[in-house]
């Protein structure tokens, strides 16, 4: 007699089970028109069963030839091109391209515009990563988290809307400053965003986060090493979830960043092993009230002047040179490697986008797991394609 | 913390460590040159324009500002060089990966590899020039495996050979795509695959 667990169904009419069937490897596509694949990216899925095999990642969809345009357009002409890379962090890209730009032209914009700058990119931190939370929810089939991200991020765009006019694509933060001052009342309703919003943290923290659907199927799952981390070139939350203690704002200080307190948050493996999608998670979690104390501190701080450089007219010409400026994204390091001959066109605008390093990693994270997971894997990595692709 | 010396981050460390890395770079056999800016960081528009028509109208060094640089010499010897920084001096990570073409009457693309120093916080730029002609340069995704997509972009886009890359397809454009796009020689295609791409 047959010892294997179905062996009590042997005398049913059919039922003749087959014990060391060979299974064929599945190719399944994932994408190009995902949900769990924020954008238009298509990963091609070997399972093995139930189990990944492997993945391959294809990009492309969304290229919009972003540095090509570079070329062909003025310095402060592409500064709206700059918006449309990670269209959830518009603030943070001008702010990049905005540095990066200034460092050719040797221009340190003044006070009053660091500290806007820098409130406008914190609070399009908090922004991006509710989004990312509330979608993090959504990918693994939690619907009610992604409602009230979109209830606080709405509250941010408001914010910005009455600050610069645009809720997505603000090209508020320009070369030489910001485009206008904070309006009356403006930081006032900051703060009371701030009060609002660290209340409603705790709701996440209650309903997704410890919830123990969530942390079954993220905990454990995807674990990206220190050194996998390291060589992939993974920067931004995908990096400090794997433990490692390294922020641009601390560690390569720009604007006045010197000047604030605040932790770097890093993962601990709280939920399962250090590296896994919880923890990642868990970084933008954390992060997100860490912002809140550096806007604190910059509300209570920022001082009354002017918010644009002097020199820095509408046709610029930086001096030639070749410079590579970086800032932290919500997604990790955003980088601009500017090239000038001296003209008003750029010779090289070359973008370093967080999301393209972190992805490639993802499709190694992949193999061994379940199929289920692959949506748990891509989510946590927070990929905004339109900067995968630029 | 380190030191913040201009508002787009801190400069003096990243000088530093080109020096200090030219040297061991040097010492072991590796022929480089190491380039410095010669304007100053932070300086008013016209000071510097001055400075640069000046350098223009005496025919001397060209004047530049931005990151300093240490040019490699053989672009074969950068996988030496990537591994004896990774190695010995502690670059654990490849931020960036990419090329410039400077000019369309350049005769050689440039090749930039961005490395940074977690524990020193210092960031080492190392670039090299390949003829346009017969560009060609050896994988470094087998050191830093962050190279694995930037030299697919880099290939595709320039026409870039990357010799023992893994998986040397394009990644960004689509597989048929003619022509390499961010060289300043690319011509327009008129359609792609009966689709004009005319106005």
Known sequence: MSSHPAAEFDHLPGREVELDVATQDCLIHMGPQHP???????????????????????????????????????????????DRYDYLAAMNNNLGYSLAVESLLGAEVPARAQYLRVICAELNRI???????????????????????????????????????????????????????????????????????????????????????????????????????????????????????????????????????FDVVKGIGYRGTLGDCFDRNFVRMFEMTESVRILRQCLAQIPDGEIMHEEVGAVIRPAPGESYVSIENPRGELGHYVVSNGTKIAVRVRVRSPSFCNMSVAEHLMPGSMLGDAASIIGSVDIVVGETDR | MSQRDTAWGPMEVQRVAASEAAQALQAVGIELKLCVPNLPWVAPEGEAKDLVRRAKEEDAEPVWRGDAYLL????????????????????????????????????????????????SKARLILQSRVDKAAASVPSVASIYQAAD????????????????????????????????PLRKDYEYPDEYNGVSCKE
């Open chain 2, 72 to 119: 490699l010499s053989e672009p074969g010897q950068v996988t030496q060089a990537l591994q004896h920084c990774r190695d010995e001096l502690g670059y654990s990570q490849l931020y960036d990966l990419t090329a410039c073409d400077p000019a369309a009457d350049e005769t050689q693309l440039k090749l930039i590899y961005g490395l940074r120093n977690l524990k």
């Open chain 1, 127 to 261: 922004a991006s990563h509710l989004f990312a939370v509330g979608t993090y929810g959504l990918d693994l089939g939690a619907f009610t988290p992604l409602f009230s991200a979109l209830r606080d991020r709405e509250e941010v765009l408001e914010l910005f809307e009455k600050i610069c006019g645009a809720r997505l694509t603000y090209s508020y933060i320009r070369p030489g400053g910001v485009m206008n001052d904070a309006p009356e009342g403006w930081l006032t309703k900051v703060a009371e965003f701030l009060d609002r919003f660290e209340k409603t943290w705790h709701e996440y923290w209650t309903l997704m986060v410890e919830n123990k659907i969530f942390i079954e199927r993220t905990a454990n799952i995807g674990v990206l090493t220190e050194e996998q981390a390291l060589s992939w070139g993974c920067t931004g939350p995908m990096l400090r979830g794997s433990g490692v203690d390294w922020d641009l704002r601390r560690d390569q200080p720009y604007l006045i960043y010197d000047q604030l307190e």
């Open chain 1, 36 to 82: 769990a694949t924020h954008g238009v990216m298509r990963v091609l899925l070997k399972a093995d069963g139930e189990i990944l095999a492997g993945a391959q990642t294809h990009l492309g969809y969304l290229h919009r030839c972003a540095e090509k345009i570079g070329e062909n357009v003025d310095w402060l002409q592409y500064l709206p091109y700059t």
């Open chain 2, 149 to 180: 997509w930037h030299e697919r972009e880099a290939g595709e886009m320039y026409g870039i050979t990357f010799v023992g890359h893994p998986d040397p397809r394009n990644i960004l454009l689509p597989d048929d795509w003619v022509g390499f």
